[in-house]
């Protein structure tokens, strides 16, 4: 200690001698020997005039000018060996997957340089973080009920924190870039969103939207069983037999891979197949990024599932899936809060992300029969405590679950650059980190932003309800834009302003005269019959 503030109080005396020789000698103007030794060190690299016989006294301001550089240039050295030094530490600490200490470390050091390796390292340590959480030992296959979650999960939380911290630092500018801290969702206003509204924002049928069976298992059954007869008649070997082993190869597939043999078959000779599960799963990873959703990792075939806790690994059934974490819909569901809308709509559209992205991609959404059914299972199984609240019928669900795709498309469309880039480092076998960095350097590259405005507005108007970019008026001005709150109740219906007294008139208007037409109808029938 004693050494360094030697070597400290002899540079800053070396320091003031040099200003005071280079004011002697004319080199710096009067008063310089208060300048900082960036500026004197920038003036002592200027170029100096050609010594003279008769001045003395510029020689030795010339002399102080290269001790001065020299002491300059070693501070210079020196402080950037200690950010090295410094930086060293997060680097072990990411090699370590210490995300609490690191997230601390980069709180105390905003200014520390995360490039693209240091973001890499973060992802890879949270990837190692929650590979080894607490949960991933639970056993998914119990009841519902019979399982025992932990009521915190460390991992998880340390997780959040750390994508938020790096949000909060501008490394992460997408992540929250909607539905959260006053961003709004693309379609604001009303969530009450018929099929025929649903077809006019998005530009496509409830059809496109909706989950079709593939027949993928019919058509493979077909193609085995004529592959299994020609081989009989070829080798003479008894058809039987043959039908006996591939039903127990089948099985044994299955209960020691899950399934992955047949699956990676099955793309072998339909390649289109496992191109839909990329867009389908980047359909999940995007929309939970764009919602401010830590997303842990992403697995696109069931061989990736086996070798990964975070999906269940041996214990699994999942073939695909993306793993996701919303802080605080766990927080409501381990009985920290009352369920709020705000999470369940989060849920809503990150879930029917996947079917989104089939349709936007293909037309037609293939899978996500089982997104739809996490969604049904989901609401279903909330049960109203009161204060106005409603139960979540069948008719309430089947309207979020179109609420839920509605913004699933429209985020998707809006931030289309940032998930081509990502089905682009999906498809070259990227982990989480090239993942996240895709978005995020795609959203620099075409000057992508958090959003600041809704796509547009959904209003009760008509008998289907009305669907307009511009903002809804109140009072004759326009009405503010603000996110979905995020302590709103879940008895909530609408976010929408509550509409002038002229606007109710108007809507009253429309629904007597069609509830006219149709009386009138009804009578002409009567009379028809008499």
């Not at 997957?97 to 200014?111: C, F, I, M, V, W």
């Not at 793309?267 to 496992?274: A, D, I, L, S, T």
């Not at 927080?331 to 809503?348: K, Q, V």
Request: overall charge negative; hydrophobic content about 40%; proline content about 6%.
């Amino acid at each position: 200690m004693d050494r360094r503030r030697s070597t400290t109080t002899n540079r800053a005396t070396a320091l003031a001698a040099a200003a005071l020789a280079l004011a002697a000698a004319g080199s710096l103007p009067h008063g310089a020997e208060s300048f900082s030794p960036t500026k004197i060190a920038s003036v002592a690299r200027r170029r100096l005039p050609p010594p003279s016989p008769a001045s003395s006294s510029a020689i030795r301001g010339r002399c102080a000018l290269a001790k001065l550089c020299m002491v300059t240039g070693e501070a210079e050295t020196d402080s950037d060996t200690a950010t090295k030094t410094e930086e060293a530490k997060l680097d072990e600490l990411l090699s370590q997957a210490d995300l609490k200490a690191a997230e601390r470390y980069l709180k105390s050091h905003p200014g520390a340089d995360i490039d693209r390796d240091r973001l890499l390292g973060i992802f890879d340590a949270i990837k190692t973080r929650t590979s080894d959480a607490e949960e991933n030992n639970i056993n998914t296959r119990l009841p519902m009920e019979e399982m025992a979650y932990p009521p915190v999960s460390p991992a998880r939380t340390e997780m959040t924190d750390m994508y938020r911290t790096l949000a909060g630092l501008g490394h992460l500018r997408m992540f929250g870039a909607a539905g959260r801290e006053g961003r709004p969702y693309p379609a604001m206003g009303s969530k009450d969103l018929t099929p025929n509204l649903l077809e006019q924002i998005t530009d496509m049928s409830m059809v496109a939207l909706t989950p079709q069976p593939t027949n993928t298992l019919l058509y493979g059954g077909i193609g085995l069983c004529v592959l299994e007869i020609a081989t009989s008649l070829a080798t003479g070997i008894d058809f039987n037999f043959l039908v006996f082993a591939t039903l127990f190869t089948a099985f044994l597939d299955r209960l020691i891979v899950n399934g992955a043999v047949f699956e990676t078959a099955v793309r072998m000779v339909m390649p289109k197949y496992g191109r839909k599960i990329l867009k389908h799963e980047a359909g999940h990873f995007l929309c939970a990024y764009l919602l401010g959703c830590p997303v842990e990792g992403c697995v696109l075939s069931p061989w990736g599932a086996l070798q990964d806790s975070r999906f269940g690994g041996r214990a699994t059934s999942v073939s695909a899936g993306t793993s996701f974490f919303d802080p605080e819909l766990s927080d409501e569901i381990n009985g920290r809060g009352s369920l709020s809308r705000s999470s369940i709509d989060r849920y809503s559209v990150i879930v029917m992300g996947g079917i989104a992205a089939e349709a936007i991609e293909f037309g037609m959404a293939d899978g996500g029969a089982g997104d739809e059914m996490a969604l049904v299972q989901f609401l279903s199984g909330i049960n109203p405590r009161g204060g106005g609240a409603k139960a979540w019928t069948a008719d309430r669900i089947k309207n979020q679950a179109r609420w839920g795709a509605t913004q699933a498309v429209l985020l998707l469309r809006e931030y289309k650059d940032c998930y081509e880039a990502l089905v682009d480092a999906l498809e070259r076998g990227g982990d989480l980190g090239e993942c996240i960095w895709a978005i995020e350097n795609a959203a620099r590259a075409k000057d992508v932003k958090p959003l600041e405005a809704p796509v547009g507005y959904i209003l009760e108007k008509g008998l289907y309800g009305e669907w307009t970019t511009e903002p809804p008026l109140v009072g004759g001005e326009a009405a503010p834009v603000t996110a979905s709150p995020s302590q709103a109740s879940a008895t909530e219906q609408s976010i929408a302003p509550p509409p002038d007294l002229e606007s109710s008139r108007e809507t009253l208007s429309q629904y007597r005269q069609m509830v006219e037409e149709k009386l009138k109808k009804i009578d002409e029938q009567l009379n028809d019959m008499k």
